[in-house]
């Protein structure tokens, strides 16, 4: 969507346009969802972030000023509902498994053990994610995921750009590392060493 797109869609909200808020929810409310979900691991609080972050925007339209991409004003709202909601007491990140949210569509050319390898390599990736720190996790989740640019995330997590890269630099060095040993283990099990 359009930056001038989104400006009048915020001023149709301004005068209670319903229609224009539910283009605006249509536009934004998946990528709010994906990036809720992976902070929080929980649907159900994920999907109740994407609600008080756009009821924020359906009570307060006009506080978008244009000094961020609209997607990354958003986001900064719903890590401060997430940090709020946090802290309240009300919910705990939750460290369930999310393989069965997770969408595996096979094609005609993958065979089980195809299917088999990557759901393991999809598990080795989020069990080396949860290792990360929080702040560490978001940098990667909204840099690789979302898209942003090193100087949006400084903007949504009220850091200098500076403190972004540093963070992303030892995320992927943790990645790295924690990936390698999880296909040492591997190897060495598949090897019947112990």
Not at 63 to 78: C, K, N, V, Y
Not at 103 to 117: N, Q, R
Not at 178 to 191: P, R, T, V
């Amino acid at each position: 969507m359009e930056p001038a797109e989104i400006v009048q869609l915020l001023e149709r909200i301004a005068r209670r346009d319903e229609s224009a808020f539910t283009q605006l929810y249509k536009a934004f409310s998946r990528k709010l969802y994906a990036y809720a979900l992976r902070q929080m691991n929980d649907p159900a609080a994920a999907e109740e972030i994407v609600s008080d972050t756009l009821h924020e925007v359906w009570v307060h339209p006009t506080r978008f000023r244009g000094e961020s991409q609209f997607s990354t004003w958003l986001i900064g709202i719903a890590r401060y509902k997430m940090l709020m909601r946090l802290r309240s007491g009300r919910a705990e990140p939750q460290k369930d498994d999310v393989d069965d949210m997770a969408e595996v569509l096979p094609s005609d050319e993958a065979g089980p053990f195809e299917l088999m390898a990557g759901r393991q390599r999809e598990h080795n990736v989020r069990h080396c994610m949860d290792k990360l720190s929080h702040e560490h996790r978001e940098c990667v989740h909204l840099v690789f995921f979302e898209g942003m640019s090193l100087g949006e995330v400084a903007q949504v997590q009220a850091c200098p750009e500076g403190t972004v890269k540093t963070r992303m630099f030892h995320a992927r060095q943790k990645l790295k590392n924690c990936l390698s040993l999880m296909l040492k283990a591997e190897g060495a099990k598949a090897n019947g060493e112990t």
